[in-house]
């Protein structure tokens, strides 16, 4: 008997058939088309020579936080200074005062000043103020007439005449006929201001070569001088006394800012009692040749 394959028809599996065969499972509906993933770009050399640089300071600045040497304690830092302020305090120690400064540098340049038959002053001071021996003075010193004698710092003695005279100043300047070994010209300054320290050298009282210190206490003075109203003076209060006319007066450096004209005395009295003028010795360059200061 043969059996037919199909069907009943009612649609039901013929009694003893395999029933139908299991219908494939439909394939999900495809997604739309996805873009491909992207691959990651390499990254380029500069980025990683960048990278490893930052580290590298990173680590060092770790280092130097971890190996820092302490700071100094007050104590420690005073410990350290202390020899080298006890070195600078021997050397200052050691250092000649302003005023021997000052008197060294200008002694071999001192001039002792003696007139005879030119009236009753008969001493006064000058000094060296060219290289070629020319002496500055005050005029008064000379003015009376009369022979002059000079006596230089090393001893050395001559006569001398006058070279020129400026009465409104009481300058003037004298040409030895002599002159010392070494002729040692002076340094000239222009004066500080009031306060600044100032020393006189000269002969007073006929001690000669002597020295004295003090300050400027004015500028700009006006004094009358007999005959002659000086202008323009540095007031100061170094002592000086008859035979200091005529002389240096200094700064701390040893150069000389003025010469010594006169002194004030209100008991018309021939000695000092604190107040003394020179003049400037800006004034004094057209006598010596200087150029202007």
Known sequence: MQWRLGRAESGAPLPGSPGPAAAPTPA???????????????????????LALVALIATAALWRTLHLPEPYT????????????????KDQAQQPAAGAAAYSRIAPSLVVIRTQGGGDRGLGTGFIARAD???????????????????????????????SQEP????????????????????????????????????????TFSFSSGVISATGRSIDAGNVTLKDLIQFDAAVNP???????????????GVVTALANPSNQPFFVGIGFAVPIEQAGGAIGAPPM
């Open 133 to 163: 021996g020319t002496i500055l003075t005050a005029n008064h010193v000379i003015d009376g007439g009369g022979s002059i004698q000079v006596t230089f710092a090393d001893g050395t003695k001559s006569s001398a005449k006058i070279a």
């Open 74 to 89: 007050d104590t420690q830092a005073r410990a350290a200074a202390s020899p080298l302020i006890e070195e600078a305090q």
């Open 243 to 257: 035979g200091n006319s005529g002389g240096p007066l200094l700064d701390d450096q040893g150069r000389v800012v």
């Open 168 to 207: 409104e100043r009481d300058l003037a300047t004298l040409t030895p006929a002599r002159l010392p070994q070494v002729v040692v010209p002076a340094t000239l300054g222009a004066a500080g201001p009031i306060g600044s320290s100032v020393h006189a050298a000269g002969n007073p009282l006929g001690l």
């Open 28 to 50: 999900p509906p495809s997604a739309p088309d996805a873009k491909p993933s992207r691959t990651r770009a390499a990254r380029p050399a500069w980025f990683w020579l960048a």
